[in-house]
């Protein structure tokens, strides 16, 4: 897989939609994920931003995602290497 550099995480009840791209803006991969893949899908991840809309469900998910050694706020959560 081509290096990603930004996620775009759309938040959902069932089904979240997320758009990888690398450095140079390049679509890395867009996919469908359920609940139960979104936090594998993170795990698998290299060091990379991490946006997301701010809605209801949005400090739940920045909560999650940076237990994955994240930081950031809620509009972007970097993840840093270590």
């Not at 069932?14 to 994920?33: I, K, P, W």
């Not at 706020?73 to 270590?82: A, F, P, V, Y």
Request: charged share 25%.
């Amino acid at each position: 897989m081509k290096e990603v550099s930004i996620v775009g995480l759309d938040l959902a009840k069932r089904v979240f939609q997320v758009h990888a791209a690398g450095s140079d803006g390049s679509v890395v991969l867009r996919r469908e994920l359920s609940r139960g893949q979104l936090m594998p899908f993170f795990t698998e991840l290299p060091e990379c931003t991490v946006a997301m809309d701010a809605c209801a469900t949005a400090h739940y998910w920045a909560r999650e995602i940076g237990k994955l050694v994240f930081s950031g706020n809620l509009d972007e959560i970097q993840r840093q290497s270590g």
